[in-house]
């Protein structure tokens, strides 16, 4: 087998790394792009506040009735509860800006969407939820840093930001601990008495 020459060692060498460089460079711009929210439902922000939802979905459920809110209610009443609390190791360096659901069938992400310097920035993380006889299931599938898709196991990395996001809805949690079922469709959350 022939030997390479020098120059063509140091050739290959070169192109090997300029080719790393342009991969973690692309990585960067995806993950600082900010994922296109055009198909979410942030609803209505101006200055009104959202119906309470939390009272609505206890005298529902209550009084054996099915629940329904829409994609763009539920993202209102969220940040409604959420703005001004949330408090996370990165909170110094980058400011919480909202929070956003979308809603597919059978599945919700959940998108932080932070600012640095008044860029935008957004983590999301995308769960299967499946409701059964004993409860609610609710499984990571992938997420996305920016524009940047990543597998499901990438998304502990988010953890401690979900975690101190659930913190903020105590009384949300203790309603979705009752026996109830969910059902995700497009655009819409319906809750209704788990049937026995």
């Not at 980058?94 to 008044?118: C, H, M, P, Q, Y």
């Not at 992938?142 to 898709?149: A, D, P, T």
């Amino acid at each position: 087998m022939p030997r390479l020459k020098p120059f063509v060692k140091v050739f290959i060498s070169n192109l090997f790394c300029l080719i790393v460089i342009l991969v973690i460079a692309w990585v960067h711009l995806l993950i600082f792009s900010a994922e296109d929210l055009s198909d979410v439902d942030l609803g209505d922000n101006a200055n009104r506040s959202p119906n309470d939802i939390l009272l609505r979905v206890k005298e529902a459920l209550d009084n054996g009735s099915d629940f329904e809110c829409s994609e763009a209610a539920l993202n209102q009443y969220l940040n409604s509860v959420i703005v001004g609390k949330e408090k996370d190791p990165f909170s110094e360096l980058v400011k919480f800006n909202s929070l956003a659901v979308k809603l597919e069938d059978g599945a919700f992400d959940l998108i932080i969407i932070r600012k640095l310097n008044e860029l935008p920035l957004t983590f999301s993380a995308k769960f299967n939820v499946v409701s059964t006889m004993r409860g609610i299931e609710i499984t990571v599938r992938s997420g996305k840093f920016g524009r940047l898709n990543v597998p499901g196991g990438f998304v502990s990395l988010l953890y401690p930001g979900i975690v101190g996001i659930s913190d903020l809805f105590d009384s949300e949690k203790e309603m979705l601990s009752r026996p109830i079922s969910i059902t995700l469709k497009e655009n819409w959350l319906q809750l209704e008495q788990r049937r026995q």
